[in-house]
């Protein structure tokens, strides 16, 4: 059985970091994609960071210059480095993953079919 389980959150002050952690159990067929997302108070969850199984990695624009993804794949972890962080950062982070290439685009929440449990980000200004 696979299981992913987040951790790193936590409060921090608006221009501090904190970086993510996401440990991987269990088997996932073939190289696989991994990516956070996050879900800010009464909104949407949305995609923040992704890293294909070549070591391709996309983000999206709000985060582009201040995250960064890794993956340490003899350790079956996938970090996120969170540098400059904003108030509007603050949302509960989840980590996902999946067998091969996102079909729905590698930011999409919609292939991906192994998720953590999320760990919250709190930034105060």
């Known amino acids: 059985q696979v299981q992913l389980v987040e951790s790193g959150g936590g409060s921090v002050q608006a221009g501090g970091s904190l970086r993510l952690s996401c440990a991987v159990s269990?088997?996932?067929?073939?190289?696989?994609?991994m990516a956070w997302f996050r879900q800010p108070p009464g909104k949407e969850r949305e995609g923040v960071a992704a890293i294909d199984r070549s070591g391709s990695t996309t983000y999206a624009d709000s985060v582009k210059g201040r995250f960064t993804i890794s993956r340490d794949n003899a350790k079956n972890t996938l970090y996120l480095q969170m540098n400059n962080l904003k108030p509007e950062d603050t949302a509960m982070y989840y980590c996902?993953?999946?067998?091969?290439?996102?079909?729905?685009?590698?930011?999409?929440?919609?292939?991906?079919?192994?998720w953590g449990q999320g760990t919250q980000v709190t930034v105060s200004s």
């Open positions: 996902a993953a999946r067998s091969g290439y996102n079909p729905y685009g590698i930011l999409s929440d919609r292939g991906y079919n192994y």
């Open positions: 269990g088997y996932i067929y073939g190289a696989y994609s």
